[in-house]
């Protein structure tokens, strides 16, 4: 089966500026995630969402960033304006459901770099 | 909420030596415990996983076993080869936001 799909694979903008980026999840898999992983930490939530709907967006900061999955399939997500501390690799990852502790398929991510 | 640790944050071994590495968890309700290895530049990849109704699992060289009293859980890698140099996360799968919540990881270092 085909896996996680996530572009770009790199991002260079300056700061202030604004970036998205997009996931298309294992397909059937209802359950989707963006996570941040700054260099030589692990794996940050940011936003969960169960079809189109989301269930946790608690760490997600929510005065620049954004994301939304309107169809229940792909994903973006926006940072507007984009700060030096956001430097860091976005993965987007996917499951069958929420609710069950089945594994979590990650995409290649997405290596952003804030100058 | 759930509150993963992980330790070492860094183990080095000699190639053939076994590795260890342990996480602790703080919510009781918590019931399935995945670790994840990153290779540098690359994704995180499912390569062991326990429920809690199990206190010990194993796949050929690496086996993970779970104390629910101390609510601890370890990863085991016997006979250590290059190829398992890699960054290794723990997480706990949390009923109370139905979230996975991680460690920090261990880079873990086979030397030659």
């Known amino acids: 089966e085909a896996g996680v799909a996530q572009s770009p694979r790199y991002k260079i903008i300056e700061k202030r500026q604004s970036v998205a980026f997009w996931c298309n999840p294992i397909?059937?898999?209802?359950?989707l995630y963006w996570y941040q992983q700054i260099l030589g930490q692990g794996p940050k939530l940011l936003i969960q969402?169960?079809?189109?709907?989301?269930?946790?967006d608690s760490q997600l900061p929510k005065d620049r960033f954004s994301a939304e999955r309107l169809k229940g399939v792909d994903s973006t997500l926006k940072i507007q304006p984009a700060k030096l501390e956001d430097s860091a690799v976005y993965l987007c990852?996917?499951?069958?459901?929420?609710?069950?502790?089945?594994?979590?398929?990650f995409g290649p991510g997405t290596r952003l770099t804030v100058l | 909420g759930e509150n993963v640790e992980q330790h070492p944050s860094t183990l080095s071994v000699q190639e053939g030596d076994s590795a260890v590495i342990k996480c602790t968890y703080s919510?009781?309700?918590?019931?399935?415990f995945p670790w994840y290895k990153q290779e540098l530049g690359k994704r995180p990849q499912l390569i062991i996983d326990?429920?809690?109704n199990v206190g010990e699992k194993k796949d050929q060289r690496i086996a993970v076993t779970l104390n629910k009293t101390a609510k601890h859980f370890s990863l085991h890698i016997t006979e250590t080869q290059p190829e398992d140099s890699a960054v290794y996360f723990c997480?706990?799968?949390?009923?109370?936001?139905?979230?996975?919540?991680w460690g920090a990881g261990t880079k873990l270092i086979i030397k030659p």
């Open positions: 990852a996917s499951s069958v459901e929420t609710g069950t502790t089945n594994e979590q398929f």
């Open positions: 919510d009781s309700a918590s019931n399935y």
């Open positions: 326990i429920r809690s």
């Open positions: 997480a706990a799968f949390s009923y109370s936001n139905y979230q996975l919540i």
């Open positions: 969402f169960q079809n189109n709907g989301v269930v946790d």
């Open positions: 397909s059937g898999h209802a359950t």
